[in-house]
């Protein structure tokens, strides 16, 4: 009796848990590694810190543009006037656009969809299905897509976001919420007097990602975005103690992002426009503790820094405090 020819070690089908051994042997595969030895090759040398990230556990930031239409009018917008009147790019170009991101980036990624409130641009015009499949093919070819919006569509229509998650495969969501916003629904702009008053906003996000991941079993995150002006920066410790006072915010919310005002866009200035050291230090003031604000680098100290705290209440969950500009 002739023996069946030997089935190549590359073409079995790990098992459960031999997949999870090999995970844990080599928990970064070849091209990953590769492309994270290029990346740290390219940095400046003063850039090769002990605590710079690029390069050793991520090897971009990356992001799609195209869908810049957004519902809001808020005073530090990085769109340009003209945002509203760019045409949504065919599924093919946004295609594309993942594919570029998948050979620079390697397998696992970030991803962030974004241009204005990419959500609200493809509800309005009646194309929902294929930011389902834009989502989808993104975790198709072995990136971690994340969601960029203000959310009210989200919000007021569930069942999208229960699409992206369970046809797509959308695991996480960044919701922009702050006083700069115009047009929020129930709550006015100028009748908006500090970020307290955005609480029961944050909360109805809280639960509708509580939600979900009942319905759907998925462990679906939220990043929280917030952008800081003179008029809001004494509202940042608030924002902080608000988050953590609760272990289920803090196990829904997983990134805090504060955002300093930024030269983009339409922005209106303050008249005292911020700086991120002090808004970190409101940062440690909601805290209660003296935090490394450069205990991380997401690629240059001048654009995302930050750190990762665990936060105990009943279990230990991670949070994530970070500076963008």
């Keep these: 009796m002739i023996a069946p020819p030997a089935v190549a070690p590359s073409h079995r089908k790990p098992s459960f848990w031999g997949a999870r051994w090999s ?90 969809i974004t241009g204005g409130d990419v959500a609200d641009a493809y509800w309005r015009t009646g194309r929902q299905s294929e930011l389902v499949e834009v989502v989808r093919y993104a975790v198709g070819v072995g990136l971690v897509p994340m969601l960029m919006a203000h959310g009210q569509t989200l919000l007021e229509h569930p069942e999208f976001l229960e699409a992206l998650v369970i046809d797509g495969g959308l695991r996480q969501v960044a919701v922009h919420i702050d006083m700069t916003q115009a047009g929020r629904h129930g709550f006015l702009i100028g009748r908006i007097k500090s970020e307290s008053d955005l609480h029961p906003m944050r909360e109805a996000f809280t639960q509708l990602a509580q939600d979900i991941r009942e319905r759907t079993g998925v462990p679906l995150e939220l990043a929280h975005n917030c952008t800081v002006t003179e008029r809001n920066i004494a509202s940042v410790p608030e924002v902080v103690r608000w988050f953590l006072a609760d272990p289920a915010r803090s196990r829904i919310w997983r990134i805090l992002s504060f955002q300093p005002e930024a030269n983009t866009g339409r922005t209106i200035f303050s008249r005292n426009p911020v700086t991120p050291v002090g808004v970190w230090q409101k940062i440690c003031d909601g805290m209660g503790l003296k935090l490394d604000g450069s205990a991380y680098l997401g690629g240059h100290p001048d654009c995302n820094q930050g750190t990762t705290l665990l936060v105990e209440r009943r279990r230990v969950v991670t949070c994530r405090f970070c500076l963008t500009t």
């Excluded at 590769?34 to 090769?48: C, F, H, I, K």
């Excluded at 971009?60 to 769109?79: D, E, M, N, P, Q």
């Design 23 to 112: 995970a844990f042997r080599f928990p970064i595969n070849g091209e990953k590694q590769a492309l994270l030895r290029d990346r740290w090759n390219s940095l400046l040398p003063e850039l090769r810190t002990p605590n710079q990230l690029a390069g050793r556990h991520l090897t971009h930031c990356g992001f799609t543009t195209g869908a810049s239409y957004c519902s809001f009018r808020c005073t530090h917008c990085y769109l340009p006037d003209n945002a509203n009147e760019v045409p949504i790019p065919s599924l093919a170009r946004m295609q594309e656009q993942i594919d570029a991101n998948r050979r620079f980036q390697g397998p696992g990624g970030g991803l962030q």
